[in-house]
């Protein structure tokens, strides 16, 4: 299996490679530290899996599996993450993910994983699984859902609702945004209240089933 490696920190990306490159069937194609630089990378090298980080110098890694999978249907990407909170769990799996496993996954397992993957199962542990159909559980009908007016926001919340759906912390909407960590925990207080929404999870849905995405001037 031909596989790509999507991580900003050396020590570990040049771990997992050797690791992996040990393995009889696997192929290490390539190593990608930024979103930007992993998009380029799969277009031109096609792997079949991507190992990647969720949190990246220039974005998340929901933002590169979002443009990579446009163009790349076929790809399956993994996130291999520290992080192990619902949002970003939740957000992976919405944009494509075909698993979420966490750094400290034993290596015996991660291997097993991967085996799975090439028969088409899903890389997430029983205790993730439980969580997101917990959540799926929990969501209204569709029908049910407050309508979603443009208009009741300002411009700038727009770019802050955008920035919830890449699974974005507040701290790192704010730096995209340039604007204080205090302002975002504001912007996405009235959102909330504004949509009538308990979480950022569902400000995340409502952003996707509205056609609410990120665009190029919500980093500046």
């Not at 530290?33 to 969720?54: C, G, H, T, Y």
């Not at 163009?71 to 957000?91: G, M, S």
């Not at 899903?122 to 049910?144: C, D, G, N």
Request: charged fraction near 25%.
């Amino acid at each position: 299996m031909k596989i790509m490696l999507v991580d900003d920190h050396v020590l570990f990306r040049e771990g997992l490679s050797s690791l992996l490159s040990a393995q009889p069937n696997l192929t290490i194609a390539g190593a990608a530290k930024s979103v930007n630089e992993a998009i380029q990378m799969a277009r031109k090298l096609k792997p079949e899996l991507i190992l990647m980080d969720f949190s990246l110098p220039d974005g998340t890694g929901a933002d590169a599996a979002q443009s990579i999978l446009a163009e790349l249907p076929n790809t399956k990407i993994i996130f291999l993450t520290v992080h192990d909170d619902d949002n970003r769990l939740f957000t992976a799996i919405r944009n494509g993910a075909k698993g979420y496993l966490l750094k400290n996954t034993p290596v015996d397992k991660l291997l097993t994983f991967l085996q799975g993957i090439e028969r088409g199962e899903a890389a997430i542990t029983p205790t993730m699984t439980s969580r997101v159909l917990e959540q799926f559980a929990k969501l209204e009908p569709k029908q049910t859902q407050p309508h979603l007016e443009s208009s009741d926001l300002t411009a700038r919340e727009l770019q802050v609702l955008r920035q919830l759906d890449t699974g974005a912390t507040n701290q790192e909407i704010a730096e995209r945004l340039f604007i204080s960590e205090r302002t975002v925990k504001n912007h996405v207080s009235r959102i909330l209240s504004k949509l009538n929404l308990k979480n950022r999870y569902e400000a995340a849905n409502y952003a996707r089933n509205n056609g609410i995405t990120r665009t190029s001037f919500d980093y500046r």
